[in-house]
């Protein structure tokens, strides 16, 4: 259900580029650069994903210490239960079947998915600054930088519904965030109409 509706969400965000005839001034971009925003969208969506089953396995408070869990930088951990996507889920799943060990386990897989989504998206952006695009850089740190706090939040505040929710909601945004980057860093970029197209042009470069 959350995927899905992040789904409709991106493709919503996409039309609404392409109908803005905002496109293509970024074309130029090196092929490195674009592969690497496309790791950063792919690790997003995963890390989206990920958050899903923690909070539809009830796993968001599996761990309430931060950075260790349980006290332990590697706590005891059952990967095998917690990603056994075929589960049986039975008559009544409210609160969860999971053991602790399987939600410790969901818990901090969605950690390490944190830091490395941290870290491919910090060198993302550093090459978009490096390439001339600091406002798009700095967009985009904003909304890691927004989200991460969320999430610490969610585990250092026992989960409020508020922190929860806004959790989610910078999940969006960092998605749409890196959907952004990849449709105006994408060479194949058609604009939507030949008006649209002689509009478009340098000066829609977002600024330096
Ligand atoms: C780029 C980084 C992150 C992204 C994109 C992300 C995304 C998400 C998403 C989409 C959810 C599902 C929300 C829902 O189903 O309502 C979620 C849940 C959660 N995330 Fe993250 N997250 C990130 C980082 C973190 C970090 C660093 C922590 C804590 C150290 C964290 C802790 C949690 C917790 C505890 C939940 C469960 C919330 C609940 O049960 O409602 N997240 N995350």
């Given at each position: 259900h959350l995927l899905g509706g992040f789904a409709t969400l991106s493709l919503l965000f996409l039309l609404t580029l392409r109908l803005s005839g905002k496109a293509a001034a970024l074309a130029n971009l090196p092929a490195?650069?674009?592969?690497?925003?496309?790791l950063?969208?792919?690790l997003v969506i995963g890390q989206i994903a990920l958050g899903g089953w923690v909070s539809s396995n009830y796993a968001a408070v599996a761990c309430?210490?931060?950075p260790t869990c349980h006290g332990e930088w590697w706590p005891a951990?059952?990967?095998?239960?917690?990603?056994?996507?075929?589960?049986h889920i039975g008559p009544n799943y409210l609160g969860g079947q999971l053991d602790s060990d399987a939600r410790?386990?969901?818990h901090m897989t969605h950690r390490i998915g944190a830091l490395l989504v941290t870290l491919v998206l910090l060198l993302l952006a550093w090459q978009l600054k490096r390439h001339g695009l600091g406002r798009l850089a700095g967009l985009l740190v904003l909304a890691l930088a927004v989200q991460i706090s969320l999430g610490i939040s969610n585990v250092v505040f026992h989960l409020p519904l508020q922190?929860?929710?806004a959790h989610n909601l910078g999940g969006a945004a960092l998605l749409m965030t890196l959907v952004l980057i990849n449709y105006w860093g994408r060479s194949s970029v058609r604009l939507a109409s030949p008006a649209a197209e002689a509009q478009a042009g340098l000066a829609m470069l977002p600024s330096k």
């Amino acid at each position: 259900h959350l995927l899905g509706g992040f789904a409709t969400l991106s493709l919503l965000f996409l039309l609404t580029l392409r109908l803005s005839g905002k496109a293509a001034a970024l074309a130029n971009l090196p092929a490195r650069l674009r592969s690497l925003a496309a790791l950063g969208l792919l690790l997003v969506i995963g890390q989206i994903a990920l958050g899903g089953w923690v909070s539809s396995n009830y796993a968001a408070v599996a761990c309430v210490d931060l950075p260790t869990c349980h006290g332990e930088w590697w706590p005891a951990m059952d990967f095998a239960n917690g990603f056994h996507l075929t589960q049986h889920i039975g008559p009544n799943y409210l609160g969860g079947q999971l053991d602790s060990d399987a939600r410790t386990a969901i818990h901090m897989t969605h950690r390490i998915g944190a830091l490395l989504v941290t870290l491919v998206l910090l060198l993302l952006a550093w090459q978009l600054k490096r390439h001339g695009l600091g406002r798009l850089a700095g967009l985009l740190v904003l909304a890691l930088a927004v989200q991460i706090s969320l999430g610490i939040s969610n585990v250092v505040f026992h989960l409020p519904l508020q922190v929860a929710v806004a959790h989610n909601l910078g999940g969006a945004a960092l998605l749409m965030t890196l959907v952004l980057i990849n449709y105006w860093g994408r060479s194949s970029v058609r604009l939507a109409s030949p008006a649209a197209e002689a509009q478009a042009g340098l000066a829609m470069l977002p600024s330096k």
